[in-house]
């Protein structure tokens, strides 16, 4: 327990400042609540994917049990119907971050919101290669306003943010107009100069990068910074890295999934979108381009919430005698299906407890190592699919793979090591529990 207590007060020391700062960090809650709110629309690509591969398609997993194609010989033209959901959701991911991104840099400084992340957009697209002349006509790229403008999105939304708020503060640079004039004319002039300033200056700066490098920025941004980010993201050392310490804050009480989102979604948001773009194409996640994504955490590492703490439940229901741990995990299974684990964090208490830390961050480390390697062996295919965070336990494993069934036999060999790495810990504070209970009664006895 002494060994326990230091290490308690000296990661406590080390991180939980470091944390809090990230937690309170305006730039790193724009970006990451940019991705939150753009989860929606990201989601809804993924499950057309999903609908279109699994129930539309002849060879579909749901299509072949329920022989919908017998009963429906046509169902395969609805694929179509369907499709251009992409067009308006993955493939235009960037032009939702930026907006977002600039706008939640006002709302955290006070200024107009909505003309921010509209600004965001129209710088976005200053700095936008060129339109290409084919055959006369004009033609605007889409490959940057996807996965592969990220970066130049990010960059963009919290420059214009931080710009944009500082220059509608000014009073020299406002317009206030007579109290007659309609609100939202009124609200449209008093950032006037502002915008013009700030797209003004994004022109001269996309003028001067082109100068010097004639691809420009998102060219030299991806090929600089978001490439190699992603190589460094999809290994597993670093899903090993992010995942272990993403579970340590936790057992500080920092929510640690919300305090590395912005650095998570960074290193993983192309990837993932490249592996579902692969699948719309090909109608299958074998051989998808990055086997390796956070997918795989919440696929194989993730059951009942942070922590595989749906393991912790089933073994305290298999081998705990103390009566408050079995109380709140009655109270918690009906979440924990859902991946919800607050109960059990702040209830047991999972935090600052000196026995469950070390099984809370080692046993979802080696649950993603037990998925990849299911992966890179060929046993299984990648995550290629988004599946909603709140899917219960290894049907994620299953409808991430687009319906393999050894996937989900594989969810539910890690949940059985889950519950077997926990079984340990939960009878030695069955131990700590008695042992407590006695030394109080002593002392009792001799008073």
Request: positive net charge; charged residues 10%; contains cysteine.
């Amino acid at each position: 327990m002494g060994f326990m207590a230091t290490f308690e007060k000296v990661a406590e020391k080390a991180l939980v400042p470091i944390a809090t700062k990230l937690n309170s960090q305006r730039h790193i809650i724009a970006i990451r609540d940019a991705f939150i709110l753009a989860f929606p629309i990201t989601l809804a690509g993924s499950l057309i994917v999903l609908l279109n591969f699994a129930i539309l398609a002849p060879d579909g997993f749901i299509a072949k049990i329920l022989f919908l194609h017998k009963l429906f010989p046509n169902l395969a033209d609805l694929q179509s119907v369907f499709s251009p959901v992409l067009n308006g959701s993955t493939n235009i991911l960037s032009m939702f971050i930026v907006f977002l991104v600039a706008r939640n840099m006002a709302i955290s400084l006070k200024a107009d919101e909505l003309l921010c992340g509209l600004t965001g957009l129209s710088t976005f697209f200053i700095i936008y290669p060129p339109y290409k002349v084919v055959d006369g006509a004009s033609f605007l790229s889409t490959q940057w306003v996807g996965a592969q403008g990220l970066f130049v999105a990010l960059i963009v939304g919290l420059v214009v943010g931080e710009l944009f708020s500082r220059l509608s503060r000014s009073k020299k640079l406002q317009i206030n107009m007579p109290a007659s004039v309609p609100p939202a004319v009124s609200r449209s002039f008093k950032v006037l100069f502002p915008i013009i300033i700030i797209t003004v200056l994004f022109a001269i700066g996309n003028a001067i990068i082109n100068a010097l490098y004639p691809n420009g920025l998102h060219e030299f941004i991806y090929a600089v910074l978001q490439t190699p980010l992603k190589h460094l993201g999809t290994n597993i050392f670093s899903l090993v890295v992010l995942c272990i310490v993403s579970n340590l804050l936790w057992v500080f009480g920092i929510h640690g999934p919300n305090t590395v989102a912005a650095i998570r979604e960074a290193m993983f948001a192309e990837a993932n979108l490249e592996n579902l773009n692969y699948v719309a194409a090909h109608g299958t996640a074998w051989d998808a381009p990055y086997p390796v994504t956070w997918a795989i955490n919440d696929a194989f590492a993730n059951y009942g919430g942070s922590g595989m703490t749906l393991g912790l439940l089933i073994a305290i229901f298999i081998v705990s005698r103390r009566k408050d741990y079995r109380e709140i995990g009655k109270l918690s299974i009906a979440p924990g299906l859902f991946n919800i684990n607050e109960p059990v964090i702040f209830g047991l208490p999972v935090v600052l407890n000196p026995i469950l830390i070390l099984p809370f961050i080692i046993v979802p480390a080696v649950n993603v190592i037990i998925g990849y390697l299911a992966i890179s062996t060929g046993l299984i295919p990648a995550i290629a699919y988004a599946v909603p965070w709140t899917t219960p336990g290894p049907l994620i494993a299953f409808l991430g793979t687009g319906g393999n069934w050894v996937a989900l036999i594989i969810g539910f060999v890690c949940l059985a090591v889950s519950t077997i790495i926990y079984l340990p810990f939960v009878i030695a504070s069955n131990k700590a529990a008695s042992s407590g209970y006695n030394s109080s009664s002593e002392s009792e006895k001799t008073a």
